[in-house]
């Protein structure tokens, strides 16, 4: 199996099944002399851990991080960095009924086909918890923005139908409800929808966003490697994703030249935006200016109705999913989009350090 591994320099693959022993990740470019700890992997391990709230899966793990290389005396070595999560809560009775025949909304018809065997315990591969080893090596990622000066705000923008309005957001919220909707009020109100949802044994969708501040202008290439192009492969590569958009998105198609063009505007020797329509982002390349990111996510295909579907032999049935699954995979899914913006940009800014003869000058010859 391809397709495990992703970025260039700094560098991710991941490893595991929902239902194996464990799964992981190693990490491979991240520079020498970082501070690192098992905590600094723990924080973003635990907000995607299920059982935290009524609205996320039942499965109990805690999920603990552990640091096997790359990392001593509290400081990065520039080896790989191994970190190992496992598992402890499976329950791979609860998927017997569906050894014979395809989930709807799953990845068991085309992963069948395409490697004629599957785990069916769970989804193996394709299950949410492969993101386990993305959201570890995404924490690094993090910790090596930080020490730069870039800073990200990832929440849940919407569930449902419940939307909060852009003057309505507060980033102090974030981390004061379940749903880590920057927004009390709207958090109530979501969560009374998915108990509508839970009831009637259905799931909800709904949009994260993602806004980066502190990147410097200029990360990012003009043709293939492009920022915005990058961004988009990194959240669509998150299983339940089904769209993205960077700034005004969609609703630039339903502009005008006039309206949706930056103005550019110098204020004592810098460079500044008088809007930002683009996102923070302008023909590929990062303009200095916030970037904002927001990703469709669709509702859990787990749902407890009975469903129409066909088993491997071509016949026609029905089926009605066991096991434990999240009404919803927006919350959990947010700080999976956070580790995979950052481990595009860490990349990225890696990367760009050879873009410029003048620079390359200057490091080698001070």
Known sequence: ?????????????????????????????????????????????????????????RRSEADQAEILSGVFEGYTTGTPISVLVQNQDQRSRDYGNIKECYRPGHADYTFDTKYGFRDYRGGGRSSGRETIGRTAGGAVACKFLESLGIQFHTYTRSIGDIYIPESDICFDHILQNSLYMPNNHYAQKAMDFLEDCIKNKDSAGGILECVIDGIPAGIGEPVFEKLDASLAKAFMSIGAVKGVEIGDGFAAASSTGSQNNDSLISREGQIQKGSNHAGGILGGISDGSRITIRAAVKPTPSIAQEQHTITKSLENTSLVIAGRHDPVIVPRAVVVAEAMAALTIADLLLINMSSRLDRIIDFYNN
Not at 10 to 37: K, M, N, Q, Y
């Open 1 to 57: 199996m391809s397709g495990s591994t992703y970025g260039t320099i700094f560098r991710i693959s991941t490893w595991g099944e929902s239902h194996g022993r464990g799964l992981g990740v190693v990490i491979d470019g991240c520079p020498a002399g970082l501070p690192l700890s098992t905590d600094d992997i723990q924080r973003f391990l635990d907000r995607r851990r299920p059982g935290q709230s009524r609205y996320a899966t």
